[in-house]
């Protein structure tokens, strides 16, 4: 069966500091790949997604990136931490040819 | 690109009772019509969809309509329960080449025992 995992579950970080989020899919192959951020009472905001290794596309300019350095593998990271990345990051991908996203559990992000 | 409102953003009903929530799309190529239902500090999954060749489609409590005319999409829950108690978010896809999803800014649904 298929599975999605993020980790970490939870992170806090200084402000100024790096990150590195990681997604991974499990018994698929070829999926499409997508990172959200949903901050406090919020909804949900699509950053990057990415149809094949090493193609990504940003939705929204800031100083998050993303990279698919293999097919099942979606990283999301940043130089410099800013207050304002604080939030409930979430990773879901899309079988082929369903037309459903699916969520993974998310990392809970903290910036202080 | 495409635009999804929804409304009301809060709903408390009593248990038992209906509840209603709306969207509206702007895009007219949008094609698929997910809802789904986030529990405090987890992930949100999907309870129905509906395509844009159908109607109404209904799965036991929960239904969804689709007026393509207007473009609008409701979520209907009858007998409502203490565990339907969530937020809950539409969204619609669109039908160019990616088929990016938009969704809309989820509606916060108590229901009062």
């Known amino acids: 069966s298929q599975t999605i995992h993020q980790w970490p579950a939870t992170l806090v970080q200084p402000v100024g500091s790096p990150l590195s989020l990681e997604c991974t899919v499990e018994?698929?192959?070829?999926?499409?790949l997508y990172w959200y951020r949903q901050a406090a009472g919020r909804g949900l905001q699509l950053l990057f997604y990415?149809?094949?290794?090493?193609?990504i596309s940003s939705e929204v300019p800031q100083n998050l990136s993303a990279s698919r350095p293999q097919d099942r593998q979606f990283i999301l990271s940043s130089k410099k931490l800013l207050l304002s990345d604080s939030g409930f990051y979430l990773c879901?991908?899309?079988?082929?040819?369903?037309?459903?996203?699916?969520f993974g559990p998310g990392t809970r992000l903290t910036v202080l | 690109g495409e635009n999804v409102e929804q409304h009301p953003s809060t709903l408390s009903v009593q248990e038992g009772d209906s509840a209603v929530i709306k969207c509206t799309y702007s895009?007219?190529?949008?094609?698929?019509f997910p809802w789904y239902k986030q529990e405090l500090g987890k992930r949100p999954q999907l309870i129905i969809d509906?395509?844009?060749?159908?109607g109404e489609k209904k799965d036991q409590r929960i239904a969804v309509t689709l007026n393509k005319t207007a473009k609008h999409f409701s979520l209907h829950i009858t007998e409502t329960q203490p565990e339907d108690s969530a937020v809950y978010f539409c969204?619609?896809?669109?039908?160019?080449?990616?088929?990016?999803?938009?969704f809309g800014i989820g509606t916060k649904l108590q229901v009062i025992p």
């Open positions: 879901a991908w899309k079988p082929y040819p369903s037309d459903t996203q699916y």
């Open positions: 018994g698929t192959s070829n999926p499409n």
């Open positions: 990415s149809v094949g290794i090493g193609q």
């Open positions: 895009d007219s190529a949008s094609n698929y």
């Open positions: 509906i395509r844009s060749n159908v």
């Open positions: 969204a619609a896809r669109g039908a160019g080449g990616y088929q990016k999803v938009t």
